[in-house]
């Protein structure tokens, strides 16, 4: 059309900017949460955690062929906001932002107590025992005084220093910090009774497909919507 620029799609470049940003923001508003302590320290733990459960599925994992088919790990971390929405939200963008696109995870979350359980990889029936798991018998990855050595804290720091930032990704895929523009994600929310001190949970499973990890073809150009619901 005339007056067009090529390779400029109206509309559709706004979109992928605005989500961009959005995805950048809500790293920005987890890496700077006061729930990880005045120099970080939590979230440095949280990281160390991510690298030794979900290794398997984080691009530093060696091939498929070698470790076969993982299974699913879990890691629980602070809750990050009040609202369980935004909860799944923050949390889905860390680990969007970390993980290979193939990866599924979930995150679940308690009705009360400023917690939440990740969990990557193929979810199996045993791997909700964390849900009956108060955080006096399973404590947060933000508390443990893990030692970590100078390598991994340089490497934490950076990415800390770059989510806080809040300056979008120029390039780059999903594992290394690209908004997940274009691919279907999908939110399940299930209210739960379960007992045992905690009588109501809100499940929030997040789930992540992709198929190359590309685009998909010419349409709309929209984003995949976010739903929740049952």
Known sequence: MPGETPGVRPGVDERRAAETQRFADSL?????????GQDGAGLRRVLYEFEREFEPYMPIARSRSAIGTPKAQHVRVPALADDAHDTLALWGDVLQSLLMG???????????GGWADLIVGPLETDNFSCVLATPSAMPLASEIPYELDEAFRA???ARISTWQSGVPAATG??????????REKRGLLILLGVGLGILGLILIIAVALSGDGGEEPAGDGQPAAEKSGG
């Not at 895929?173 to 908004?179: F, I, K, L, M």
């Open 155 to 157: 490497r934490a720091d």
């Open 28 to 36: 920005r508003t987890a890496a700077s949460s006061p729930a990880w």
């Open 102 to 112: 193939e990866a599924e995870f979930f995150v679940l979350r308690p009705f009360e």
């Open 173 to 182: 895929s999903r594992a290394t910090g690209e908004p997940p523009v274009l």
